[in-house]
């Protein structure tokens, strides 16, 4: 296993990694990104082991529904990238297992490379979405065949392919890329169906670095961004070469939808555990800031709080209900209800902006008005602040003025701005979710329910 | 154990039962009395057994998480009155258990009169609401000191009570009511705290009536209220004599909230499941019509039809939640957590509107114009109602214009009416459901987050 | 002109009416339906003048922005069926100058049919909505050709058409049924494309009836529906004659629409002025339940009724807007415009649902559980339901009751059901008015206005 | 009057501003601080005129209605410092008149003052929020009775004021600070009804800045903020002396809120003219997006669309039914209905976050994903970009890209985060503009409607 320090040093492999239009030797010089390699290092430390033979117990898979449970807590703990290559090498058993009857050849290769990447102890990202062109169009008739990455060229020891893939957390940040179809593919669309794990350090493989990192100002004015940010990228793949044993599939377009499904298992606990905690914390970022402002006595106050925890009650009813319905695959893996787990998804995605308002409308105008951290370092501005900022009865200006940065941070700033938009598009968005609905939802119980209720039931 | 006619026969014992102003001798007489006398009557002879010594098997409580759950389909499957039998007699149950220490007089008194209840197979109904008077006093503060029920008289063998308990549901159908304070009391409120058991048929007790029950027409235009109809009270103590082992609690103020907490446990798995069914039952309905419709495939009516979806899941995932969370009684009865079933009710309540809207938008304005099944026993109408309420492709006339009888029965007539009304109320209105959210809600955890992620989480 | 008597005396003329499936001679001898009638009379001896040729005043149209809105009020305290009368001979009116190019031999038949219907002081109605069959079908390939109404022979001196007309209000009570299209028409559709007059006592003409009235019980106790219903109808046409001079257009596929289209300028500016004052009728209630009920100064009370005027007055601002910007026809008749008044009805459709809720959790359970007033009439019942539904302080017993009928009457039975469907479906449902929408909004600006944020504008 | 460079050199006063903790000598120095300074200067420049004894046209008020209305475009267009000293000399013209009756002495003063601020063509800040402490007590019973500012000694020559006000925009960047009571004052609070014009430059006043400008990384990833953001301010009165005939109030408690009501006569056109503008704004950029991802023809996202474009035109009527109804001021100064705006920004303010649901909806991940600008002068990066940015059909890399960009400016980022707060808490937040709806609703003809439906209208 890796230490923090030898994975650090394992980033320095020849990359191209781009921010904000420069090429970046060193990951650590560039705040923005040293930020995440920093986190991603201190998960290395965490689970180290010195013992030989050792590997990272949180990259198998919960066999029961109680490990599934006792699962959240560590992921909703653990760094970005730990929990990306967890759900990658998950992908991957359950993909082996699902390709044996109609593309068997692929399987050792897939096993053997799960088996290497845990003893590397390497870190592996998810890269799904392509670049996709005109969305009214199939891959095959894009205007740009690239729009989609594909295999451009077949070699006696491998793949060549090209494309690019969108919207790829920590891309620069692991050591290979999961390349996978973003969906189910026809026949003439052979090229397309590719999966293969790419090393980020392959040449031909180029990454950009977009992120909500606080970019000046006093750190302390973005208590949670500044210590957890995660950029992302565009990946691109210009004509890179895959070796043979890296290729998981190829040209199989029956198969092509199976890495995604599979993929789906095991992201959506981590997604829906992190909108329950999200909830709750903003019902405490809620009542937190009504009692610093003594408000938290007047009644539409509390009718707004009460929304929030009803809110945040319900998500967790969902995530409750998906784990007690919980579910397993063929090998014994255990992963969370699709149903109540999507529906627990859209609730959060669907609501997360009223709860900001509800939030925001309670705080009040302080929360992007406030002063810096650096003005009460000011000895001559800090008496003023800690005076007019203070509401009295105990509640000091700099820890009021703390809360409004917090909530600024996470709801009203460039990280807030994010997950109003990742929490809508994680999963594909709210017309995603309605399509996993239609697909699982009991509709013949519930046209019998109205049959009866019609006096048109049965015989 | 009595049949379904012995049942009816016992009604006839001088009850002072009043239907649009008049005193109905024989409820039977009455159309929009007579069907719920034979709903419950159909559930006596459902569960009758002529075996000596026999009881109603479904007058007893769950004792495992399991046998909790398994009772669901029982309880929306039962008729009213023997539902709130049931609850009656948990609630005396476990009210008995509660006033062990600072009311040990009651309890043998309660503990009998529940014995005799089972034994005697009558039905019990639950009587809570007072009538309330000017709602910002207390019940000692009123205009009328009768707004609340309260003991006029203490005499050596019994009570009397005056005042009116209103929503009263089946009032006139069963043979005792259950009466409780509506809430607690304070120390000077001692006449208010009373708690006993009143035969409907003792002087001094009388009954209103009120109904949703159709009232002309054809009852094929109403298939669901025709058969399903359950009248609302008024239930009026003037002077009512209550002897002692029928009082089970008389002045002890601490105790008064005692029996409606009681009560609160049993009554909330039913009103939950029936919710989650209820929006299961919109779905299939909007489904149906959809389909019957032709416009099954269109984008919008889609759409619409998934929200329904995700609000009947999310309602389920509370439900859900609530069972895998159940607690117990000192005593080993089951029962769900209070915070799911709560917010479930909240949900459930809140959004009800907004899907019968969704409903009534898939369904088109022929919800309330349809020609009445009547129409179609007409010959010379019938061919043509046929030929134009058909939209084609099996979809005949008259299948099509009993769902949409159905669909106006349910949520666009009396009884929808009644259950918009019902569905908010029931419970206490969302206000109510508030108030419960904000205590059972586990604010710390909320606000430990809130702090975290702040910067200002302690040591 | 006719008086109320004469035009009663005016229906006794062969119609073939029915109502629960059977044929009325007498449409005063069925309650339900002698309500309407009687309405319609009163309106009749309302505009009555005995002055030889005298017409009705209001069958004209506002030739300024101040006369629109003046007509308001008129409007909407007229009966229905004056002004259906008033919107078809409008609708004909601009017809005709709107045919006058492409269809000319029309015009002045059309214009002779809106002199002499104006002189014979007859009450029309308008004919639109198909059984449309299949919905994803256009009329020429529908299973049954007769799915939207058509003519099935040309004769000399007419046409012979066929089909029926749905959710037809009052037609029984009029004298003759403008048919006209329910939309455009392709080549190929010529004997879709038909508008003309019938009489409703044509040969082949059936009509049905569908009604919120109360059916029984005590009618006091509905006091809105049961002075103010109007039924609807299915209007079958079963090869009816219908001489030259009545028919407006026959096969001019590319004029189908012009009718439907005029008459969408007439309809709206009665629709949305009745969705104003209905929200203020629903605010007032609110305002006096919860003051009878004693809960006015309750803040979470108080913010729903302000959620309720806030409503109101946005349709109100929604009717001002539609109004300052009236428009003219070439004709010079003023008309509201139809950008505002569009998406002031789908406000106000949209919302209504939410603002029941409201009123309901405001005043609640009562509303539909308060005895009748024909308890009231039971001298025996009188003082307890005085006293019980009394809340002191003023407010009596049955002023409360008769406020919860009131609020049941509008908008939890029969007639509050029949308002929360056709809110919704009036002008065709909330996608029809996000059809219009899309039409008359200025996108450019929008698109402009974001182009230079994005800094794309210009050159 | 003044050119631009004369107002920037006229701001080296010796000024007290500071910007993340440092004292700022020259605002231009600093770019967050520079980019409003060259704003307000461009609009001295707009406005410049050589002609002896010119002054600024924008700062007198519309006299009549259309007057009104061509004042939209002025102020929509005009820079916020000129638009808030409009506002103030308007505010100070109607106090004026107000308080002739009941504080004659104070009237002289304020003329001299607006005619000397309009001659010196000096920029005036609102100063009115106060820091307010426990906002359950009045100021009187604060802990610190600093907490409103308050007047602490009284001279023969002028007043000293204590105090801070919050949420202060542009205050760095006028030459004077009109400072008055936030609210009505009660007898007793005699030093708190204090307005007076303070000189930023006056002893004992400190400024800080807080910005939503953005503060690293390429500015074209900005386009609107880096040209457009204004920082909000804590300005600091440290017993600063104001000189009497600067002092306009002073002590009048019952006059304390004529300044503050005056001024929300001035200020709510700019609010709502600017609510609406936005609404088609996002409207706007929701189909410039939608036609670029190649999605504008898909149902969902058509509808999401509509949605939006009824939001805008719903805000848009409100804003034309207030302008219609237009009010005067007894000088004969027109500005719009209050029930009509306030219920506009109510609307505004409510739904702006679901609209912005709706334009992530839309647009999809690439908003907080998309490559910097940076990254496209990288010639490296570039063609990758072009390729895989675009969607084909026209729409090029770059063009996408900077509409992401745009979005994510506007309605995911700081400048987006500020909006969020600020729509919701300008003119007092949610609940403020209820108490408007209060006081204003003609709650009397609601009232009348619905006893006249409840059948209890009197005689």
Chains 1, 2, 3, 4 share one sequence.
């Not at 539409?300 to 945040?312: F, L, P, S, Y």
């Amino acid at each position: 296993m890796l230490t923090g320090q030898q994975y650090k040093d394992s980033l320095k492999d020849g990359r191209r990694v781009y921010y904000e239009g420069a090429l970046i030797e060193d990951l650590e010089s560039v705040p923005e990104l040293a930020v995440p390699l920093n986190a991603v290092a201190a998960g290395y430390d965490k689970y180290f082991s010195a013992e030989p033979g050792a590997v990272n117990p949180v990259t198998t898979a919960p066999t029961s529904p109680r490990e599934l449970r006792d699962r959240i807590p560590v992921i909703t703990e653990m760094d970005l990238l730990t929990n990306t290559t967890y759900q990658s090498l998950m992908t991957l058993s359950v993909a082996a297992a699902r390709l044996e009857e109609h593309a068997p050849d692929f399987v050792p290769r897939i096993r053997d490379y799960v088996r290497r990447a845990r003893e590397a102890d390497i870190r592996i990202t998810e890269c799904i979405t392509d670049a996709k062109g005109n969305r009214s169009l199939p891959p095959s008739r894009q205007d740009d065949p690239d729009a989609y990455v594909r295999v451009v060229e077949r070699r006696a020891d491998g793949v060549v392919i090209r494309g690019a893939k969108l919207h790829i957390s920590a891309a620069a940040f692991g050591h290979d890329l999961m390349v996978m179809p973003t969906k189910s593919m026809k026949p003439g669309e052979e090229d397309y169906a590719i999966a293969c794990a790419v090393p980020v350090n392959a040449p031909g493989v180029l990454i950009t670095n977009t992120t909500y990192h606080p970019r000046g100002g006093d750190m302390r004015d973005h208590p949670v961004s500044a210590h957890e940010s995660i950029p992302d990228s565009m990946v691109i793949f210009d004509d890179v070469f895959v070796p043979a044993e890296r290729v998981f599939l190829d040209g199989q377009t029956a198969q092509a939808a199976v890495f995604a499904h599979s993929l789906g298992l095991w992201e959506r606990l981590g997604g829906v555990s992190f909108m329950v905690i999200q909830a709750d914390e903003l019902v405490g970022l809620a009542s937190l800031i009504a009692e610093a402002n003594g408000t938290a006595k007047i009644s539409h106050v509390r009718e707004k709080i009460d929304e929030m925890m009803i809110h945040a009650t319900l998500l967790r009813a969902g995530l409750e209900a998906a784990l007690l319905h919980a579910r397993a695959t063929p090998e014994g893996y255990y992963y969370p209800d699709d149903m109540y787990t999507n529906v627990t998804k859209y609730q959060g995605a669907a609501q997360f902006n009223a709860m900001i308002r509800h939030l925001h409308d309670i705080a009040g105008g302080a929360v992007v008005t406030s002063p810096s951290m650096s003005d009460f370092d000011n000895p001559e501005l800090r008496p003023y602040l800690e005076k007019y900022m203070s509401t009295g009865d105990g509640v000091s200006g700099e820890y009021r003025t703390r809360l409004f940065h917090a909530i600024r941070d996470l709801t009203a700033d460039s990280y807030g701005g994010w997950h109003q938009v990742t929490n809508l598009q994680s999963g594909g968005g709210l017309f995603a979710q309605r399509l996993v609905t239609r697909k699982n939802y009991d509709l013949e119980r519930a046209r019998a329910l109205a049959l009866k209720a019609a006096g048109l039931g049965g015989a």
